[in-house]
């Protein structure tokens, strides 16, 4: 069973930066890709970046510039750096993991809250 712990939120003013670290408790390589999401209070969860196992990324065009999603396999982690936060960006964001073939069943974290306001 893969899980998946965040870490990282909290409360940052606009213009802030957070990073987000998602720990698994399996050797990432197997998962792939690797991403994080957020949902907003009454908006559907949307994907903000994943990165696969060979470290190709993808973005939302609303974090794009700003984010940065990396992975270190060495520590079993995912990271997002958030930079330039708006009020916009909050959200609870949860960590997704996509296991390997057959199967590829998802896995998701708990959830870490980022509220940006002043």
């Known amino acids: 069973q893969v899980q998946l712990v965040e870490s990282g939120g909290g409360l940052v003013q606009p213009g802030g930066s957070l990073r987000l670290s998602c720990a698994a408790s399996v050797n990432i390589f197997s998962l792939n890709p690797m991403g994080w999401y957020r949902q907003a209070p009454g908006k559907q969860r949307e994907l903000v970046a994943d990165?696969?196992?060979?470290?190709?990324?993808n973005y939302a065009d609303s974090v794009k510039e700003r984010f940065i999603i990396s992975r270190d396999n060495a520590k079993n982690t995912v990271y997002l750096q958030m930079n330039s936060l708006k009020p916009e960006d909050t959200a609870v964001y949860y960590c997704?993991?996509?296991?390997?073939?057959?199967?590829?069943?998802?896995?998701w974290g708990q959830g870490t809250q980022v509220t940006v306001s002043s």
């Open positions: 997704k993991a996509t296991g390997p073939p057959p199967y590829r069943r998802d896995y």
């Open positions: 990165i696969t196992r060979g470290g190709s990324t």
